[in-house]
Every structure is written in structure tokens, then in C-alpha cells.
């Protein structure tokens, strides 16, 4: 790339979708594409990132994420540290801002964060000298989900502008909602988000979905149904008056889908829980369901993030 | 013995006179003795004023922490301190304590805890407190959710005649909130509450302080629904009176953006119509009240993901600074600013001051309502600096704080 161009990705993180132009977007998800072929093959390697230090400071527990992550920056060849919180200094009293201080001082190149407080990843972001990834942090924004899930569509449907996506479920508590919301109407698309009252922030209108209570209403002719996990850990008190009813309202069925278009994609994020916002029917589907789609396109996504955030760290031309 | 000073060409302000008018002040004995013209003493000492505002000290009314150094900075005199203290002030022994902790240069006047270690359950010794040098009794940080004790505690601090201070949000609804429901919340991922649950407390306390006839102050207010709720209490002739501190009626939850722990208070600034609310209610005298909540806290406590850190902001240097926008918007006429600042906070407690006529204590304030300058959270004088007016430039700034006659800035 000639270094006359403008850079096309010029953000030092990645804190969340929130601040990045629609061109930006398309650029990691084209970015992206280049690692689905190599993770299809035997080989599997890059060597971009070697003698690079990657660590993945998981405040909040993740099995697939963390996982992701450790992947994809294997396959780049960086060195992979990871620390979750049953080992970190975390649990003696250490403020998030020491332990921000700690890895710096142990010269990361790149640090992913998972943190349970919202802003969380912001702040340490503020006070390290290399990029720093949003991995999820609260409720506030999970960038690389929606990444995957706008490249899973994009690749289903061969584009994202004009389409419907209904986002369903715990809209509340769900930063892949918020980040996704932010991504596909960024790039186009028609947002809706259905959930109980309980379970729907105030305002979600003016991020630019359309929200239902009704879930028959929120799927008609949705291009893509997209259900989100009942979030129990972050609920105290009374949000719903049970699984059961939560399922008989809002829990995806092959008869509710059927509200939806006819070529309808499934989505969901992970984990599942059966029985409750999608019955296994649904989420197993040979054609329709692209779950585990998903979590291939999340490697490949998160190598692509990785690649560019360390561009400028590593010289790359254009990128100074 | 202190020597006698004399204050030369000040613009005195004079809340109770609504009068503002070029003169001169002499002080003896820590008193003043003479306003206007007169003759001072042959070995006074003089202060020219050059012109600048001559205020009566700012008494703020519901501080949490004793903090002499930005008290002074903001020309702050004498102040009610809340008693979310450690221990928390709900035993005689303790409110004398706290009673003695900054005199001269400062008086203090503890707030009783209305119940025991604040927990809302048992009334504390509300009687022994008042004794002890108790101004008042207030509910702390939090509301008192059982409505039996909140109406026992009305009706008994009514007949020891004390001001109830109240924490005007339903804690059922702002359990675990640390942000007001709407735009801002939800685009920040932020566990919220809806801006109605403090109208749902401060409508419960009316109609308890209705039924006891007791005196209920809500120390920060901060939503339309609540004003509307006083301003109709008042109208009526209930015993109710509010405060504001300057956050919510300049500063709009746009203010969290970025996750500015600085700006998490409580209650958690409200959106723009809320604002815009406040500042009527400023104006047409619903809000009785204009005070500090100086809450010093310090990295440990804000530099934190958001909804860990703590709420408060300090807030007692910039009081006045802040508030001197309210006379420049024309909002308020300056001594009616001032009476606000001063003389309310303390006739609702019965505390002296808030006067400038001779025989009152000679607690004053000079200040310069012209002066540009920039808060900056590094350099403020107190123990700590979490402003939400951060790299504000602003205009008014106290040059001098006289406390009982002695300069103490």
C-alpha cells in the first residue's frame, strides 16, 4: 500500500464498534476473509505476528472466546500468554489500572481483554502503550462477535445492506446485541430487537433498531434471526417469571421461524441454552442454522484484528 | 486577641437586602462591626478589595468529608456534615467530635445519622445527637425503604424540631443502577434506573412529612417529577425545601460519555429535559438550596471500570464558580445567588450566618465574578480532585475566605 493512501484502519485499539465508519468495518471483514482459506487448509500458519507477545487478560470466565483468541494468534505466530482470573493478582485487591500497568511493563504487544464491568477495557486502554482488543467487556460492547456475525451474514447472503436482522432475546445485559446493532446498521441493515420489557434498555431506538415486544412481529420476514443467551448470572430479582415462560414467548421454535423469510439464517452467539431461547431443532439445522459457522469466522476475524491493530507496531508500509 | 481588619472597596452583597453596593466592612473581635462608612481603629489592619465581591461565607450544607484545605479554596465557611462518616455519626460522643474538627478556621456542624450505623432500621439517638450539637438528621446515602421507620422518624425528629435530610431515590428501583435509564445508559452497556424512582421517594416523604408535620429537606434533587412534586408540597404549605449542587444543573448524563468516572454521582446525572428542569426550578424558587455534596475521593475509588467506582464528585472549591453561571444566565440576580449559597443553608438548619450586618460572625467572602480560569483536577487545593467540570474554563473565582474575622485563603 503506498504510504500516500490513507491509513484504513487508523484506530490504535479496538475497544468497540462504537467510533468506526461503515469503510472501516467492510475493511476487517475483507481483512478477514484471507484467514478462512488458510484455517481450511493442512498448514494453518502465518508467521506475521512471530516474537510478538499476545496476552489475553480474561477478567470474567470464557471457554470459547478465550479459545479464539489463543487460536488465532497461534496461527500468526505470536507468542500466547494467557491469563484468567483464578490466576491473576486480580482476585488480592489489584486495581484493573495495576494490573494494566503490570502487562505494559512486561512489554505486551497486543493485549485482549475480557472484563465484566462495562468501560472496563477503555480504561486499561488508556494506560498501556500497545493495542488493546475488546473481547467483551460488561454489557457495553463485544467488537469482534460482531464482526463474526456481520462476515457469517455477509458470506451467507452475499451482502448486509437492506437485509433484516432481528436480534432476540436478552437485549439488556447483551453487548453483542449493542455492538451488533452498531455493525449491521453501520453496514446497511435493518435492526430489530425483540424482548420483554425487562429485558429491553430504554433509548434502544435511538442506536438505530426498531424494538418489538412481540416476537411473531419482530421475526416477520426476517433475512436473519439472530438469539442471544438468557443471560441468569446478571439478573437479580424479577426480570422473568421463568425459563418456561420465556421459552413459550420468545424462545425459537421451527414453528416461530416460520414467521421468518424463507431462507432465514439462524444465528446465535454462544453458548446455548437449549430448550430455553432455541430448541435444538432450530439451532442444529443442516441449512439453516450458521452457528457453527460463526465460531469459524470468529478465528478468522480475530486473526484479521490482530493482524492490522499490530500493523503500525510492526512497520508494515502505510502504517506508521 | 485578633487585630481589627478593615475591608476597603468591596461591592458588598447582601443576600437578606438583596442589595449590592460599593463600601467597606470593618471586623473586630471576629465580628462585624461596622458596613457602609466609618472610622477603623488606628492599628487595623486593611485589606483593599480592589473592587472585587464581598459575600457572607458559603454555608454548604451536606458534605461528607472535612476538607479544610478546599473548603477555604472555595470561600466555604461553615458546613453541615453528613453522617456517612467512619464510624457513621449516630451517637452523641461522635457528633461532638466531629463538632470540634475544624474550628477556627472552620466551623463544622455534624448532620445525625437518623438511624443506627445508617442501616434503616433502628432510629438512632436522634434527642442525644441534637444535644451533642447535632443541626440535623438525615437517612445518609441511601433512602430509608421501610416507610414505618421513615414515618416514626418524621414524626419524632419533628418534635425534637429537626430537619429531616432525606436521600430522595426508591432503592428498589436504583438497586444496582449506576446510571439513569436512556440513551446514554444503553449505549454504555450501564446497569440504570429509571429517573422516576426518585419522584417515588420524594412523594412518599411528603406525604409522611404531611402527616407528621415534620420538616423534610432533600438535599439534591435532581429530576423534573421531583420538583414538580415540591413545588405542589410547598404550594400547599407542607414543610419541604430541596437542594441542587451545581452537577445537575449544569452537566446532563452526556457527561459519562467515555466512561468519566468523575461524572458518576449519585444521583447519576439525568438527561437534558431533567437539566433543563432543575434550572427552572432554580429560577422560580422551588430549589431552596444550592450546596456543595463535597465528596473527596480519591484513585482508589474512581479510577475504576465505571460502575465499580464510587459516586461523588468534589465539589466544594468550584461551588460558587459553578453556581455564579446561574447569575450570568440570568437564572438569578447575584444576592439572590447568594442566599442560596449562604443564607438558606443556614436558616433551614439555624446555624448563624449567611448575614453581612454588624454583630454577625465576620464569615465572609471575596471574589472576583470576572475571573477567567480553568478547573483542573491536578490542582485543586482539597484531598482530591474528582470534578466532572475537568478542563472546564470558567469564569468567578473566590479570592479570599474570611472565617470569623481571620483570612483563611
Not at chain 1, 464491568?117 to 500497545?130: F, M, T
Not at chain 2, 471576629?30 to 472610622?39: E, H, N, Q
Request: glycine residues 8%; charged residues 20%.
Amino acid at each position: 500500500m503506498s504510504a500516500n493512501l490513507p491509513c484504513p484502519f487508523p484506530h490504535q485499539h479496538l475497544t468497540g464498534i462504537y467510533g468506526l465508519m461503515p469503510h472501516e468495518i467492510a475493511f476487517l471483514l475483507d481483512e478477514a476473509e484471507q484467514w478462512i482459506a488458510l484455517n481450511r487448509t493442512t498448514t494453518k500458519h502465518d508467521s506475521r505476528l512471530a516474537g510478538l507477545t499476545l496476552i489475553n487478560a480474561f477478567f470474567e470466565n470464557s471457554t470459547r472466546t478465550l479459545l479464539s483468541f489463543e487460536i488465532a494468534g497461534k496461527r500468526l505466530g505470536a507468542d500466547v500468554v494467557n491469563m484468567q482470573v483464578s490466576q491473576s493478582s486480580v482476585k488480592k485487591g489489584e486495581t484493573l489500572i495495576d494490573t494494566a500497568v503490570t502487562l505494559n511493563a512486561m512489554r505486551a504487544d497486543m493485549i485482549v481483554v475480557r472484563h465484566q464491568s462495562s468501560g472496563a477495557v477503555q480504561l486499561l486502554a488508556d494506560k498501556v502503550d500497545c493495542p488493546v482488543l475488546n473481547a467483551g467487556d460488561g454489557r457495553h460492547e463485544h467488537p469482534t462477535q460482531a464482526l463474526l456475525d456481520a462476515l457469517t451474514i455477509r458470506r451467507r447472503k452475499g451482502y448486509i445492506a437492506g437485509l433484516t436482522v432481528a436480534i432476540c432475546g436478552d437485549i439488556l445485559h447483551s453487548r453483542v446485541a449493542r455492538s451488533n446493532i452498531l455493525a449491521l446498521t453501520a453496514l446497511g441493515a435493518e435492526v430489530r430487537v425483540v424482548a420483554p420489557p425487562t429485558l429491553m434498555p430504554t433509548a434502544i431506538e435511538r442506536m438505530g433498531a426498531k424494538p418489538f415486544h412481540d416476537f411473531d412481529a419482530g421475526l416477520d420476514g426476517a433475512d436473519v434471526v439472530m438469539m442471544l443467551r438468557l443471560q441468569n448470572e446478571r439478573m437479580e430479582g424479577a426480570y422473568l417469571p421463568s425459563p418456561r415462560e420465556f421459552h413459550a414467548l420468545y424462545g425459537l421454535t421451527p414453528e416461530r421461524l416460520e414467521r421468518a423469510a424463507p431462507d432465514a439464517l439462524v444465528m446465535h452467539p454462544g453458548p446455548m441454552n437449549r430448550g430455553v431461547e432455541i430448541v435444538s431443532s432450530v439451532a442444529d439445522h443442516p441449512t439453516r442454522s450458521a452457528i457453527t459457522e460463526q465460531v469459524e469466522m470468529g478465528v478468522a476475524v480475530r486473526m484479521a484484528c490482530l493482524d492490522v491493530l499490530t500493523r503500525r507496531r510492526r512497520g508494515v508500509e502505510g502504517w506508521a | 486577641m485578633i487585630k481589627p481588619l478593615a475591608i476597603r472597596n468591596a461591592r458588598i452583597i447582601d443576600p437578606i437586602a438583596k442589595s449590592d453596593v460599593s463600601g467597606d466592612i470593618l471586623i473586630i473581635d471576629r465580628k462585624i462591626a461596622a458596613v457602609g462608612s466609618f472610622d477603623a481603629p488606628a492599628d487595623a489592619e486593611t485589606l483593599d478589595a480592589k473592587g472585587a465581591y464581598l459575600a457572607p461565607g458559603l454555608v454548604d450544607l451536606g458534605c461528607f468529608a472535612i476538607d479544610m484545605a478546599a473548603f477555604a479554596a472555595g470561600g466555604v465557611t461553615r458546613v453541615a456534615l453528613m453522617p456517612d462518616q467512619s464510624p457513621a455519626l449516630d451517637h452523641a460522643a461522635l457528633v461532638q467530635r466531629a463538632a470540634a474538627a475544624g474550628k477556627p478556621d472552620l466551623w463544622v456542624h455534624p448532620i445525625a445519622a437518623a438511624t443506627k450505623g445508617l442501616s434503616g432500621n433502628d432510629l438512632a439517638e436522634i434527642g442525644l445527637m441534637k444535644a451533642a450539637g447535632a443541626c440535623s438528621v438525615a437517612t445518609g446515602r441511601h433512602w430509608i425503604a421501610d416507610s414505618g421507620v421513615m414515618y416514626r422518624l418524621l414524626a419524632y425528629a419533628a418534635a425534637l424540631d429537626l430537619v429531616v435530610i432525606a436521600h430522595a431515590e426508591d432503592g428498589g428501583l436504583t438497586s444496582g443502577a449506576v446510571a439513569t435509564e436512556g440513551e446514554m445508559a444503553t449505549r454504555f452497556g450501564l446497569p440504570a434506573a429509571p429517573a422516576i424512582a426518585e419522584a417515588m421517594a420524594v412523594a412518599r416523604d411528603i406525604a409522611l412529612a404531611e402527616r407528621t408535620g415534620a420538616a423534610i429537606h432533600f438535599r439534591q434533587l435532581s429530576t423534573a417529577a421531583a420538583f414538580d412534586l415540591v413545588r405542589a408540597a410547598k404550594a400547599r404549605g407542607v414543610r419541604v425545601t430541596c437542594g441542587i449542587s451545581p452537577a445537575y444543573f449544569l452537566l446532563s448524563d452526556i457527561a459519562i460519555g467515555g466512561f468519566r468516572t468523575f461524572a458518576r454521582l449519585s444521583p447519576p446525572l439525568r438527561d437534558n429535559d431533567d437539566v433543563a428542569a432543575a434550572v427552572a426550578a432554580i429560577r422560580d424558587g422551588t430549589v431552596d438550596v444550592i450546596c456543595s455534596s463535597h465528596d473527596p475521593l480519591g484513585p482508589e475509588a474512581k479510577r475504576l471500570p465505571y460502575a465499580d467506582a464510587e459516586a461523588g464528585m468534589s465539589g466544594a472549591e468550584t461551588l460558587l464558580t459553578l453556581s455564579l453561571a446561574l447569575v450570568r444566565d440570568g437564572v438569578l440576580a447575584l444576592p439572590d445567588l447568594v442566599a442560596l449559597l449562604s443564607t438558606a443553608p443556614a436558616k433551614l438548619l439555624g446555624l448563624p450566618g449567611g448575614t453581612i450586618e454588624p454583630g454577625a460572625e465576620a464569615d465572609l467572602v471575596l471574589f472576583d465574578p470576572d475571573a477567567f480560569w480553568k478547573i483542573d483536577s491536578d490542582r485543586m487545593a482539597g484531598a482530591a480532585g474528582n470534578t466532572p467540570f475537568d478542563g472546564l474554563p470558567v469564569q468567578g473565582k473566590v479570592l479570599t475566605t474570611i472565617k470569623g474575622g481571620v483570612i483563611v485563603k
